[in-house]
């Protein structure tokens, strides 16, 4: 059982790591900080719940209550830090913060919070601070307070900017308890209704995209990105940059603020934390790789997610690691040889399997194909299994990976100087190969293919079926 002083001590923390830097104290519109927060609080404390041995995070931000805002930024004319400080903010704005904090009163509230005017933004470190937690801020929220600038009624919520920008995807997904109001600050939804009970939750999932499930409770975590990548590919941001910054809470991963760094370097580091999860859902996307410095497994930006094939991806974590020769993953190699192709504009061409005669493959693509090209699919929701002293790998009836191919290492795609044979006597005890067999190129994918699914037969999709571990290879995509 926790003593007092243990309760205060998570209190603390609490308080003083998982809330917003700086709320705005409704009874007189002033700032106050965390310290002026836990002394606020600090004083209920003690009479709070004694049965538990630690205060859970539900139950602290249950207690330690604020409002926070979801709303559509006006072009001009919000009101900022300094304008509030110096208590100079005024217009369309401004009225809209005053209608958001008289709506936080009527439902108990002592303290609100807008990302319009309690982030100094002129100060870098709070403003990093302020993004990285954006997230943990909406999801410990006593309320959130939505409005919708375009809407009158639920069917106007098809339309409205809201649903189509970048930050207020986690805006949506985070908060425990979110109430809705349209243009007129009128609520959408009766008050003795759960929002997550009513038409709304239909329409907001006609025009987000997001199962009702998910809008229900969302768990964030780097985990169905093919699916959630989709959630925000239509969404438009400011800042380019922030494509990334605005996903990092979704996915639950953390990247420095870099503004000027440019939208694809931003979301390549994003992809990059989120491929160390290991989840093989990130590889699931199809067209042009991004502009990555070593690597052609990194998409471009969400709308690469879009159209992706649905594959289940459910064999556990993929060991995924970024390096200067490029992404370092282990797959299974199942040797494919090239059946037929046709070119005409692109390239259309059938694989088919010498180890599994009923398989066919078929792809297009703007690549160029050659006999002499070695191919194969590299499986990804595979499972490592120990068997006895050593593992072996179970293949799953229903299997998804990416099409390799490599050339020759000396055809005349090959980057390597020429092979030249040394004399005997130019060398004395150098252990030199006088001849060797045929070798390759490194792997590579099949550009903008992205992950194709093989259904191997007679197996269920959900069984697996056993192969020696010596099919497994290191590739660098």
Not at 156 to 178: K, N, S, V, Y
Not at 184 to 198: A, F, G
Not at 202 to 231: C, H, N
Not at 363 to 373: A, D, G, H, P, Q
Request: aromatic share 12%; charged share 25%.
């Amino acid at each position: 059982m926790q003593t007092s002083e243990d309760r205060l001590n998570e209190f603390d923390r609490y308080v003083m790591n998982d809330i917003p830097i700086r709320l705005i104290r409704l009874a007189d519109m002033k700032f106050v900080g965390r310290n002026d927060m836990k002394n606020h609080f600090q004083k209920f404390v003690l009479q709070w719940d004694t049965s538990y041995s630690w205060y859970p995070r539900p139950y602290l931000a249950h207690k330690v209550k604020y409002a926070i805002l979801s709303h559509r930024w006006l072009d001009v004319g919000e009101p900022t830090y300094e304008e509030m400080k110096a208590g100079t903010a005024a217009g369309p704005g401004y009225e809209k913060l005053m209608n958001f904090c008289a709506k936080a009163r009527e439902h108990g509230m002592e303290f609100a919070w807008s990302d319009t005017c309690c982030i100094d933004r002129n100060s870098s470190t709070e403003l990093d601070e302020s993004i990285r937690s954006m997230f943990r801020w909406y999801r410990n929220s006593y309320i959130c307070i939505v409005h919708l600038a375009q809407s009158m009624i639920i069917e106007d919520i098809l339309h409205d900017e809201w649903t189509m920008r970048g930050w207020t995807l986690q805006e949506l997904l985070a908060p425990c308890f979110i109430k809705f109001f349209n243009k007129n600050w009128i609520s959408m939804v009766d008050d003795d209704k759960p929002w997550q009970e009513t038409r709304l939750m239909e329409v907001l999932g006609r025009a987000t995209g997001i199962p009702q499930d998910d809008l229900r409770r969302f768990y964030p975590s780097p985990s169905k990105v093919d699916e959630r990548m989709t959630w925000a590919a239509r969404r438009k941001t400011t800042r380019v940059e922030d494509v990334a910054y605005s996903l990092m809470g979704v996915f639950d991963v953390s990247l420095q603020i870099a503004y000027g760094e440019g939208g694809d370097r931003a979301f390549c580091r994003l992809i990059e934390a989120i491929m160390q999860a290991g989840d093989p859902s990130v590889l699931n996307w199809k067209g042009e790789a991004a502009k990555h410095h070593t690597s052609h497994a990194i998409p471009r930006s969400p709308q690469s997610f879009v159209g992706h094939r649905e594959l289940k991806l459910t064999s556990g974590r993929l060991e995924m690691t970024m390096t200067s020769l490029g992404l370092r993953v282990p797959l299974v190699i199942i040797p494919l040889s090239l059946h037929s192709f046709t070119y005409d504009y692109v390239s259309c061409v059938t694989l088919d399997c010498p180890l599994c005669p009923t398989i066919k493959i078929d792809i297009e693509t703007n690549n160029y194909y050659s006999s002499t090209y070695q191919y194969a699919l590299g499986i990804v929701n595979y499972s490592l299994i120990s068997h006895g002293s050593c593992e072996i790998l179970g293949i799953r009836g229903k299997s998804a990976g990416f099409i390799l191919f490599r050339v020759p290492r000396y055809s005349l795609r090959s980057t390597l100087p020429p092979l030249c044979e040394p004399r005997p006597t130019d060398f004395v005890g150098l252990g030199n190969v006088s001849s060797r067999k045929q070798h390759f190129e490194p792997w590579m994918p099949v550009r903008q293919e992205g992950l194709v699914e093989v259904n191997f037969p007679n197996i269920p999709s959900e069984s697996v079926f056993d192969i020696s571990h010596k099919y497994l290879e290191i590739v660098y995509l």
